[in-house]
């Protein structure tokens, strides 16, 4: 069984976890996870050393004091919190208060992670002055028993993993020799979704960006580290030709991983549209 990150970030890989750690090796020593969002692929991945990468450091402390602070602190830090602010499903008033307080006077991870627990959707959404401005999930989002059980399993899965916050540019991939693996699940060009969470420094995902990543990964493969990419090589009639041409080249393979995300915007109008998710190796 799959263990689920208490985050709900945008493109995890939760629901597709199982498909994918089962085109990994089955005996990994160093394993990076390069953009590892909420951390879904992190902890369902054997490896003995484990580093996590992402460059939204405010997920990245947020992990960072999950390993701080023993699991009873962390849980009695969250209820404590909860009471004093009077925060649940429908107290919208008290939502916004926390959200002033924490942008203007606290900035401590823990406060964020409560605070996204009563967001719209549980996601992490910031301007461009780094101000946490996620509406209230009115009537939905709290911090459930689920979430309170996938924090507890999430405080030990990663309690030896090494993390860090950088660009995907600035990685120290020398952690990484022949036989080593990495992981990069980094945002799609052609999905639908939306990357203002400062998982690229509040800015969007580019072609310049792709073509970055592959230079990087053709230089890990030429040393002798495995690699996984995800990505997405057709959407909505649109097609990633310069990725597929990449691949071909290479001698890549190319796994299908089989998830729809025709419903992902209420606005496609094109229901019935192609979205083609793949795992490309280079083992």
Same mark, same amino acid.
């Given at each position: 069984m799959a263990f689920k990150a208490p985050f709900n970030y945008i493109g995890?890989?939760?629901? #597709? $976890?199982? /498909?994918?750690?089962s085109l990994f090796p089955r005996d990994i020593n160093n394993f990076v996870d390069l953009f590892c969002g909420g951390g879904d692929v992190s902890i369902n991945t054997r490896a003995s050393h484990i580093y996590a990468n992402d460059i939204n450091y405010h997920v990245i402390d947020i992990m960072r004091a999950f390993q701080s602070y023993s699991i009873v602190e962390v849980l009695?830090? $969250?209820?404590?919190? $909860?009471?004093?602010?009077?925060?649940?499903?429908?107290?919208?008033?008290?939502?916004? /208060? @926390?959200?002033?307080y924490y942008n203007n006077h606290s900035h401590n991870p823990l406060d964020l992670y409560v605070l996204m627990c009563f967001s719209f959707n549980f996601q992490f959404r910031f301007n461009s002055k780094h101000e946490y401005n996620n509406p209230f999930g009115q009537n939905r989002s709290h911090f459930s028993e689920n979430m309170r059980s996938?924090?507890?399993? @999430?405080?030990? /899965? $990663?309690?030896? #993993? #090494? @993390?860090?916050?950088?660009?995907?540019r600035n990685f120290d991939y020398g952690v990484l020799g022949n036989g080593d693996m990495l992981y990069a699940d980094p945002p799609y060009l052609l999905s639908c979704g939306s990357y203002n969470d400062g998982k690229r420094g509040f800015r969007g995902w580019t072609v310049d960006d792709d073509l970055k990543l592959m230079e990087i990964l053709q230089h890990l493969h030429r040393r002798g580290v495995l690699f996984a990419l995800s990505n997405v090589i057709e959407h909505k009639g649109n097609k990633h030709y310069y990725l597929e041409k990449w691949v071909e080249n290479n001698g890549f393979n190319t796994h299908d991983i089989g998830i729809n995300y025709n419903n992902c915007n209420y606005q496609n109008k094109n229901r019935n549209a192609v979205t083609r998710e793949v795992l490309i190796t280079n083992y």
């Amino acid at each position: 069984m799959a263990f689920k990150a208490p985050f709900n970030y945008i493109g995890n890989k939760y629901r #597709i $976890i199982d /498909r994918i750690t089962s085109l990994f090796p089955r005996d990994i020593n160093n394993f990076v996870d390069l953009f590892c969002g909420g951390g879904d692929v992190s902890i369902n991945t054997r490896a003995s050393h484990i580093y996590a990468n992402d460059i939204n450091y405010h997920v990245i402390d947020i992990m960072r004091a999950f390993q701080s602070y023993s699991i009873v602190e962390v849980l009695k830090y $969250i209820d404590n919190t $909860i009471k004093e602010w009077g925060l649940s499903k429908s107290s919208k008033e008290n939502y916004l /208060r @926390f959200r002033d307080y924490y942008n203007n006077h606290s900035h401590n991870p823990l406060d964020l992670y409560v605070l996204m627990c009563f967001s719209f959707n549980f996601q992490f959404r910031f301007n461009s002055k780094h101000e946490y401005n996620n509406p209230f999930g009115q009537n939905r989002s709290h911090f459930s028993e689920n979430m309170r059980s996938n924090l507890v399993m @999430f405080s030990q /899965r $990663i309690s030896d #993993i #090494i @993390f860090s916050s950088t660009d995907f540019r600035n990685f120290d991939y020398g952690v990484l020799g022949n036989g080593d693996m990495l992981y990069a699940d980094p945002p799609y060009l052609l999905s639908c979704g939306s990357y203002n969470d400062g998982k690229r420094g509040f800015r969007g995902w580019t072609v310049d960006d792709d073509l970055k990543l592959m230079e990087i990964l053709q230089h890990l493969h030429r040393r002798g580290v495995l690699f996984a990419l995800s990505n997405v090589i057709e959407h909505k009639g649109n097609k990633h030709y310069y990725l597929e041409k990449w691949v071909e080249n290479n001698g890549f393979n190319t796994h299908d991983i089989g998830i729809n995300y025709n419903n992902c915007n209420y606005q496609n109008k094109n229901r019935n549209a192609v979205t083609r998710e793949v795992l490309i190796t280079n083992y």
